[in-house]
């Protein structure tokens, strides 16, 4: 760390507001104030024995550190993410027993976990993988190191699992093939501040192919991490050198530090991956369950605009729904092209409500279709390949974006009474459509349809 940047974060310490401090502040985040904590980050690569340099330090004791079962709760249930009710790199099936049983229209606080920071590559020990960053060991959370140290449902393979804690699956009472869970996502509170954002060989917008050959359209002098320093032949995790940058929270932001200035951007928490069982196909590492593509029944999405206030519809495919949430990020950009997010545990608070056909409580094209909205957009949602792992796996963004915009269409359709020529030339002059990541083997693309037009 540079003098200047040593400064800083001494300055940052010195302020610190503390554990309550910080609390109180968090709930302001969720409203749309800001938090103030604490830190300097840092890029490190990972090394053997999860050995990563350390250019950064986070705040020691500068809350909120919200461990299993402290801090507010305000949900009609609550789930921690106990090794026993987690899946790590997969989700749920049809076929999954439930961890937790709720009425329809009650609520639910979910205590999530991120991978970062546990992961194989990372030395699968978060006290010393944070502890290399500065963070206290009593401000590393339980859970992930529990996980971490005695996760034992699945056997793990770090270079075939996805990489996702998840927690669940919760049965919703009266949900059955055919329905729709509506999801609120009501609040989306950080569990530490803290987090990290991961860029792995072979993975994200500009990785090296299979064949370490350089995507179509850039060079192998372009690829990222680079080409050169992918140690992946080892077959030890530890000496892959993937790429991380851990990221403190100051005053509301993610703050990176490069040379001898900084990069401040703004927490967007939300829940990257929110779910209902889909794959019928048995045991919990089919490679049609794993946590790493998006289906038909939601899980890794990634859409940033799924914060608190916004709802998402998902199709049912088993009796009581199954719903699981996981990879909690604490801000996002569109297409997340380095392969993470800003990966950062969160305490999550839902409201899961049945909807049948014909009552009106949900949008027609969810019946058959992942969509979502907020206060200000209607968001269609378009993906490559719903299917997950099965029959392989198709990334073409073409694909998701026709997806997306014939799911718009049937919803200005059938739900707004718009013609289909009329609709269509709206969402020309008048909707916009982004990419929502590249990353997830299956790519997805979503629309924002302003409710302001309709009003």
């Known amino acids: ?43 490190s690569e990972h090394g053997g024995g999860g050995g990563t340099s350390s250019e950064g330090t986070a705040t020691p004791g500068a809350g909120p550190i919200l461990q299993p079962g402290t801090g507010t709760r305000s949900g009609d249930h609550y789930l921690s993410s106990e090794a026993d009710k987690v899946l790590w790199g997969y989700v749920p099936t049809v076929e999954s027993q439930s ?24 030395g699968r020990n978060p006290r010393a993988y944070f502890g290399s960053h500065g ?31 998840v927690t669940g699956p919760i049965f919703v009472e009266g949900a059955r093939p055919g329905d729709v869970l509506k999801i609120e996502t009501l609040e989306a509170t950080p569990r530490v501040p ?24 850039i060079g192998l002098d372009e690829v990222m991490p680079p080409a050169a320093t992918d140690g992946r032949e080892t ?3 530890t000496k892959y050198r993937n790429i991380s940058t851990f990221t403190a929270v ?19 928490p939300f829940m990257g991956m929110m779910g209902v069982a889909y794959t019928s196909a048995p045991g919990l590492t089919s490679p049609n369950a794993n946590s790493i593509p998006p289906t038909l029944g939601g899980g890794n999405i990634d859409i940033g605009l799924l914060g608190p206030g916004s709802t998402f519809y998902l199709p049912v495919f088993a009796d009581g729904a199954l719903f699981y949430v996981g990879d909690p990020h604490m801000a996002m950009g569109d297409g997340e ?61 073409n694909v998701a974006m026709r997806r997306a915009v014939v799911n718009a ?19 020309s002059a008048a909707a916009n459509f982004s990419v929502s990541q590249v990353v997830d083997k299956t790519v997805g693309v979503h629309g924002q349809i302003s409710k302001s037009h309709f009003a």
């Open 250 to 268: 100051e005053n509301g932001h993610g703050v990176m530090p490069f040379g001898t200035a900084a990069v401040r951007f703004p927490l967007r």
């Open 337 to 397: 092209v380095a392969l993470t997010a800003m990966e950062g545990a969160l305490r999550g608070t839902f409201r899961l409500t049945v909807c049948k056909k014909g009552s009106g409580d949900a949008p027609s094209v969810s019946f058959v279709y992942p969509f979502a909205e907020n206060q200000d957009s209607w968001i269609p949602i378009g993906l490559s390949d719903p299917d997950g792992a099965a029959n392989g796996q198709g990334s073409d963004l």
């Open 99 to 122: 961890v937790l049983r709720m009425g329809s229209g009650q609520t639910v606080t979910i205590d999530t976990v991120s991978h970062e920071g546990i992961l194989e590559d990372q």
């Open 135 to 165: 963070v206290a060991e009593s401000d590393v959370l339980q859970d992930a190191v529990d996980i971490a140290s005695g996760y034992n449902r699945t056997p793990r393979n770090f270079d075939v699992d996805g990489p996702h804690v």
């Open 409 to 427: 269409l049937n919803f200005l359709e059938d739900d707004r009474g718009m013609d289909r020529p009329t609709a269509y030339a709206y969402l």
């Open 235 to 237: 077959k030890d995790p």
């Open 194 to 217: 803290y987090g990290v954002v991961s860029s792995r060989h072979g993975k994200g917008a500009l990785g090296m192919t299979a064949n370490r050959e350089a995507p179509a359209g």
């Open 1 to 43: 760390m540079t003098d200047s940047l040593a400064e800083h974060a001494a300055a940052t310490i010195s302020k610190g507001i503390g554990r309550r401090g910080f609390a109180q502040a968090v709930a302001g985040l969720i409203a749309g104030a800001g938090i103030a904590s604490t830190a300097a980050c840092s890029s």
